[in-house]
Nanobody, 125 residues
């Protein structure tokens, strides 16, 4: 399984971005997907996760109401729609997949065994 994240960029506070994560392999529809981020000098942190069907989602408190995670199993792609961006959202964003035998979402980095390369998001005026 390989993950390719894209969609990052430089935006101003209040702007929106949509990140995409394309996953190779035939098991995408059975992988719980997550988004994490790592700001300069800080540890990697959980942002959002989505279960197989797309109905079950989980968010970090810092992004609730602003970010939306979704997936299109037909396209093997997970998305992170980010609205009302703030300077503190500046980070490298990583998508990740849980093993195919794990059902629920998780905010724990160790629960994800496949990671993309990251896409950089900078929010600055």
């Amino acid at each position: 399984v390989q993950l390719q994240a894209s969609g990052g960029g430089l935006v101003e506070p209040g702007d929106s971005l949509r990140l995409s994560c394309v996953v190779s392999g035939r098991t995408f529809s059975r992988n719980v997907m997550g988004w994490f981020r790592q700001a300069p000098g800080k540890e990697r942190e959980f942002v959002a996760a989505i279960n197989w069907s797309g109905v079950g989602t989980d968010y970090a408190d810092s992004v609730k109401g602003r970010f939306t995670i979704s997936r299109d199993n037909a396209k093997n792609t997970a998305y992170l729609q980010m609205n009302s961006l703030k300077p503190e959202d500046t980070a490298v964003y990583f998508c990740a997949a849980r093993p195919t035998n794990r059902v629920g979402t998780s905010p724990l980095i160790g629960e994800y065994n496949n990671w993309g390369q990251g896409t950089e998001v900078t929010v600055s005026s």
